[in-house]
């Protein structure tokens, strides 16, 4: 294993002082939005706590070799709960501690380097253990040696692993659909001649400069929210109802944007939006997040001939790649996908104050077993606590 050094960044200033080499890092990662300098510093801008109950610190840590190139990235925080005085539990988390917003988030590394990475990352924590009680430690990409790195810590605890679904393309969509299975190209034909028959007829287009993002957001925020509200199909939650979530989807779609990574796929009908959903560039690949649509339409499968239409423009633009995001459901499943999974622990300090914060953990975990709320009792160990 190559020596690395470690390096920790408490401030914003730091955190913006890395802009630079970060940016250039993200050309050796796996294409994943979430891993990318704008998502984590527009996260921060918008979603970080600050409250007496709960505050969040900067804990980002570098990994550096003998050159000084930059090797990794741990863009963690530190969550204190309560936000202030000595009996605060103190949390390592990394950026983007949401319920659904941040898909995947964890190290960053190249994949032929993620073990070394996270062994070194740990050897430095275990190092500094008075400074933390208890570590998520999510998105790890399912391998052996990374299995195994985590089995040998003597306090870890797998919590979840989460399933991430992508398309490699060929080069025409003719070729794309001679993979798929009968069912679903017949549920092709029926997204698109069903309207037809009764008169209706959609356009696809396409959303992506900085001026086009407001109202395209706008548009957005409108169908997500019916799409949760709808009574029919799968339940879906309004993953953006807050008003601090939706800015912080503005500000990082405003980031891409401005760096032509921004695709805001819609169906319309006439002058009228009835889905959408919304894609990030990463060098050859395209991310497919979250969608909306109008319940009125939802007979026409249109969130079917959305993600159809998507992956159609992704070959005419000559991507390698689509990803379809995470969740193992059906509307994934159905176009014949490749899966990463990714898994997430959960790591004690070996401390005397992770040796109290674990003992407190089992006993909440008793406790959920014997029927008491989940929700209250975890409540203090995290807003990603498995």
Known sequence: MTALTVERIESLAGFRAIEHEWRAFEERLVPLPFGTFDWNLAWWEHMHAAKLGVRDHLFIHTFRNRERELCGIAPMMRTRRPGVGPLSVRQLQFIGADPNITEIRGVLAPPDTMTDVVKVLWDHLREHSADWDWLQLSGLPASDGLNQTVENIKSSHWVRDVSNFYLELPATWAEFKTQLSRNVKESLRKCYNAPKRDG?????????????????????????????????????????????ARQFLIGVCQRFAARDALRVFQLKLGD????????????????????????????????????????????????????LSTGNDISKQRWSPRELIYRDAMLWSPSMRGAVTRH????????????LSRVRILGAFGRSAG
């Open 272 to 323: 009228r939006v009835i889905a959408t959903r919304i894609g990030f560039v990463l060098r050859d690949s395209l991310y497919l997040y979250y969608s909306g649509y109008d319940p009125e339409y939802g007979k026409y499968s249109v969130m079917t001939t959305t993600v159809a239409e998507a992956i159609q423009y992704a070959i005419a633009q000559g991507f390698a790649t689509i990803n």
């Open 360 to 371: 407190a953990y089992g006993f909440a975990r008793e406790r959920i077993q014997g029927g």
């Open 200 to 244: 209706v007829t959609f356009d696809f287009t396409v959303q992506q400069s900085p001026s086009e993002a407001g109202p395209a957001l706008d548009v957005f925020f409108r169908l997500h929210e019916a799409r949760a509200s709808a009574t029919e199909g799968v339940k879906h939650g309004n993953v953006f109802r807050t008003p601090q």
